[in-house]
């Protein structure tokens, strides 16, 4: 085969990395296949910037598209393995022989197979598109029959079908996962919102506690007038909690666990949300409140006005709603530095932990990424668990766990 007959067939990018120390090297396809200008990236990544994903937008013209890109017999991968593409950059990565088993290869780069990769990214597009039920393909794909899917191959939609029972394999409830559409405001009801993150400019292994706790409460000193609220959230293996505590009024304190697997980012950004429903019910004439929290991410997030996170948008609204003699602020400090309202949090977030999970709190499609990366993992485990007779298994009995 001639390089301009492989330059034909496949482009390859050298711009990420294989997860093995000897060789740091990565291969990339744009594979371009059917009438010219149809071609799909495999890692879905942005060829001009490759450090940013780039979410596929389905519509129905593409299903048959995204069908061969599901497909096992499809003409992508029939690309690849007839012409031994994969193998011999994955043979170049890391200095192989030409007689390594391909499944050897896999294993020592710590590299699914493009079938496991295909299985993933259909399993994130199809939770996603559970979250946004206003998508075109909502209803195509989940109110359909799965009969429908798998009768007629030519559909193009027989690839959601392998999902689906690979979801169940997997043993996930995607009726769990909460809508994520989010119409942002328009530009004259935007909120201005005060976060202060003066705390951070103190490198935090070069402070003490005291100089915290003393930094602390002049900050807090100048705000005497405000009324303080601590949010934080826990988490402990796959259980998750919440808490908003009131140090002047500890009787309205409210903790609350959520739902297993949920990420400890958006459990907070829950705590901040029950302090604000609690406030909303004050009968206090004028409230300051100025919200305390150890964690810089969700701060930061409210800051930049991240509405791509939806419970984000939904504290932009909670705050909206609150009556006009509500003021809100937020302001970052250090976890555990001893200071008093931030401990007690802590403490009520823990203790919820062993509460029973709320049933009607939903979680948000992106925490189940950890729960599928698990399953890819242990589906590729048990195939190379299966290589009974292969030489490397008995040197290299565990796979790597990076599936990112």
């Excluded at 990018?13 to 799909?40: E, K, Q, V, W």
């Excluded at 011999?88 to 022989?97: E, M, S």
């Excluded at 305390?292 to 939904?314: C, T």
């Amino acid at each position: 085969m001639s390089l301009q007959q492989v330059l034909m067939v496949c482009t390859i990018s050298f711009c990420g990395t294989f997860l093995n120390p000897a060789c740091i090297l990565s291969l990339n396809f744009l594979i371009t296949f059917g009438p010219p200008g149809t071609s799909l990236h495999i890692g879905g990544k942005r060829p001009s910037d490759p450090s940013n994903d780039r979410p596929i937008a389905l519509t129905s013209c593409l299903c048959k598209t995204l069908k061969r890109m599901m497909d096992d017999r499809d003409r992508l991968v029939h690309v690849l393995e007839s012409r031994n593409l994969l193998s011999k950059g994955l043979r170049i990565a890391l200095g192989a022989f030409r007689t390594s088993p391909i499944k050897s290869l896999y294993a020592e780069a710590g590299e699914c197979s493009l079938k496991h990769r295909r299985t993933k990214l259909a399993f994130n597009y199809v939770m996603k598109l559970k979250s946004l039920p206003r998508n075109p393909c909502h209803d195509i794909v989940f109110e359909a029959q799965l009969s429908d899917f798998s009768a007629d191959s030519k559909s193009g939609l027989d690839f959601i079908a392998n999902t689906f029972e690979h979801i169940k394999n997997a043993k996930i409830n995607i009726n769990t996962i909460d809508n994520q559409y989010v119409q942002c405001p328009p530009p004259w009801e935007e909120l201005h919102v005060h976060v202060d993150i003066s705390l951070t400019k103190q490198k935090k292994e070069d402070t003490s506690e005291v100089a915290y706790r003393k930094e602390f409460y002049r900050i807090k000193e100048k705000l005497s007038n405000h009324y303080a609220v601590n949010t934080d959230g826990s988490k402990l293996q796959e259980k998750v909690a919440t808490a908003a505590f009131f140090p002047e009024r500890p009787d309205r304190s409210k903790a609350t666990r959520m739902r297993e697997g949920t990420s400890v980012f958006n459990a907070e950004i829950k705590g901040i949300a029950l302090a604000l429903t609690e406030m909303k019910k004050s009968s206090l004439n004028t409230i300051k409140a100025f919200l305390y929290s150890n964690s810089l991410s969700r701060l930061q997030a409210i800051q930049s006005k991240n509405f791509k996170v939806k419970d984000i948008w939904r504290l932009y609204n909670l705050i909206r709603k609150c009556p006009q003699n509500v003021h809100i602020s937020f302001a970052w400090i250090p976890a555990h530095d001893g200071i008093r309202g931030n401990e007690n949090v802590d403490k009520r977030a823990k203790a919820a932990l062993n509460r029973a999970p709320s049933s009607g709190k939903l979680i948000c499609w992106s925490d189940l990424k950890a729960k599928v990366n698990a399953y890819i993992h242990t589906v590729w485990k048990e195939n190379w668990d299966a290589q009974g007779t292969n030489k490397l298994h008995e040197v290299l009995p565990t796979l790597g766990e990076d599936l990112s």
